[in-house]
């Protein structure tokens, strides 16, 4: 059974730092592209950054340079360091397995953590 666990949101003041943790289980990361989407209040979810099973990496423009996503195969873990956050990145944020397509596209699978809370104040 797929299961996907996120950890490290919080409340933390504009300019801070936050580190997002999914671990997998029940699916080889190392094979498996992982994404971070996120959904604000009243907003569609929209993905945040993604890495592939090779380590190719895509960011949305609105935290291109400030967020890194990367991932650890051995504990099945994909990480999201996320600076300089700004109080427009408060959202829950999921983590989701996916595949990489054509064109660095992300196909989100129908495998979703239940989400973590990041809230950035002002």
């Not at 996503?69 to 944020?93: F, G, H």
């Amino acid at each position: 059974q797929v299961q996907l666990v996120e950890s490290g949101g919080g409340l933390v003041q504009a300019g801070g730092s936050l580190r997002l943790s999914c671990t997998a289980s029940g699916i080889i990361p190392s094979v498996t592209a992982i994404g971070w989407f996120r959904q604000a209040p009243g907003s569609q979810r929209e993905l945040v950054a993604a890495i592939s099973s090779g380590g190719s990496t895509k960011y949305t423009d609105t935290v291109k340079g400030r967020f890194t996503i990367s991932r650890d195969n051995a504990k099945n873990t994909v990480y999201l360091q996320m600076n300089n956050l700004k109080p427009e990145d408060t959202a829950v944020y999921y983590c989701n397995a996916g595949v990489f397509g054509t064109g660095n596209s992300y196909y989100a699978m129908d495998y979703w953590g239940k989400g973590t809370l990041v809230t950035v104040s002002s």
